[in-house]
């Protein structure tokens, strides 16, 4: 299995709702990542994790949350978002620290209304 | 702070022909590992092809190959015999070699849309 899967492929969302977005690879990468991807834009990286601990957070708000409940997985919770955090959000993982590249799923379409 | 470049924002190429995508950096690191990833309409960032900044020779798969300058700090990703296929954003990445938190941190250019005419 070299493949990075994400749910939901598309999220509409309120500003009142709690909602997750999941993140699951199967080839025994112990760091994984959460980008966001404004429209035209290259990704920003959000969080990173390292061996399930959180290594990276890069002065994400608090509304977003990340969670990693083991090496294959790992979740983004929602709350509270605004329009303005309507985007591409993707996951990835990578072996070691990523020399040898990231890779990268498909992403959740994120709509807040 | 790392920095990467990609001056051509749009780009066209003739179904065949080759096509090339500049990207410059900026670093201070005498090792680092370069990248240039697609991403088609179905969203997934692809890797294509990778550079390690200490091996001198460029990096090729199959129809892609790059022009790697380290003096120049210049990666530029040569495209064979364009197919439709193709058709995409293409992202120049850095990373750099150093060690701790950082060292997960890929530095994107802002992207070069192809376009494939058949």
Same mark, same amino acid.
């Given at each position: ?22 993140? @699951? ?18 990704? #920003? ?12 957070? #890069? ?7 990340? @969670? ?15 329009? @303005? ?29 | ?10 780009? $066209? ?14 670093? $201070? ?35 892609? $190959? ?15 015999? $364009? ?36």
């Amino acid at each position: 299995d070299t493949e990075v899967t994400q749910t939901p492929k598309h999220l509409v969302m309120g500003m009142t709702n709690k909602k997750s977005l999941k993140c @699951e690879q199967h080839m025994g990468h112990r760091a994984m990542y959460w980008y966001k991807q404004k429209a035209k834009k290259p990704p #920003e990286l959000m969080f990173v994790y390292s061996y399930e601990k959180l290594s990276i957070n #890069e002065s994400v708000p608090s509304r977003f949350s990340p @969670e990693c409940p083991n090496s294959s997985l790992l979740n983004l919770h929602l709350h509270a978002l605004q329009p @303005e955090d309507s985007a591409l959000y993707l996951c990835a993982s990578s072996q070691g620290a990523g020399r040898y590249g990231y890779t990268f799923g498909s992403g959740t379409r994120l709509t807040v209304v | 702070a790392q920095t990467v470049t990609q001056s051509q924002p749009e780009m $066209s190429v003739q179904e065949a022909e080759t096509v090339t995508l500049s990207c410059t950096y900026d670093t $201070s690191e005498s090792d680092y590992y370069l990248f240039w990833y697609k991403q088609p309409p179905s969203r997934q960032m692809i890797l294509v092809i990778r550079q390690e900044a200490y091996k001198q020779q460029n990096a090729t798969e199959n129809r892609f $190959s790059v022009n790697f300058q380290k003096a120049a700090k210049s990666f530029s990703l040569k495209i064979s015999d $364009s197919q439709l296929g193709d058709a995409a954003m293409y992202f120049c990445a850095y990373r750099g070699s150093f060690s701790g938190a950082g060292s997960y941190q890929l530095t994107f250019g802002k992207g070069t849309k192809l376009s494939v005419i058949p």
